[in-house]
């Protein structure tokens, strides 16, 4: 669901007070149910590109006010949550 916050910003998805979302959810060859028509598809990014896609993920979403985040990063060499720190300057 799109937010009014800014252009491209969306609101996580949200239930029993806990707010989340993922590629999965807006990918349409993710293999999620629901998200398209690949139903057996992943999501293979390296590097730079996954740093990237977790960052638009956390600075695109309407998160609103949060007690605490937490962040299941993609396995790898560490360049993804060095990018993702570096980019939003936790």
């Known amino acids: 669901r799109r937010s009014p916050k800014g252009t491209g910003m969306v609101y996580p998805i949200e239930h029993k007070g806990v707010k989340a979302l993922s590629l999965g959810f807006v990918a ?3 293999g999620v149910p629901g998200s398209g028509p690949n139903k057996n598809g992943a999501a293979i990014m390296r590097g730079p590109l996954a740093g990237k896609v977790v960052s638009q993920l956390l600075k695109g979403t309407d998160w609103g006010d ?3 985040l937490v962040l299941d990063m993609p396995p790898g060499t560490g360049d993804v949550q060095i990018g993702v720190l570096q980019d939003l300057q936790l």
Do not use: A, H, Q
């Open 28 to 30: 349409k060859d993710s």
């Open 66 to 68: 949060l007690d605490v």
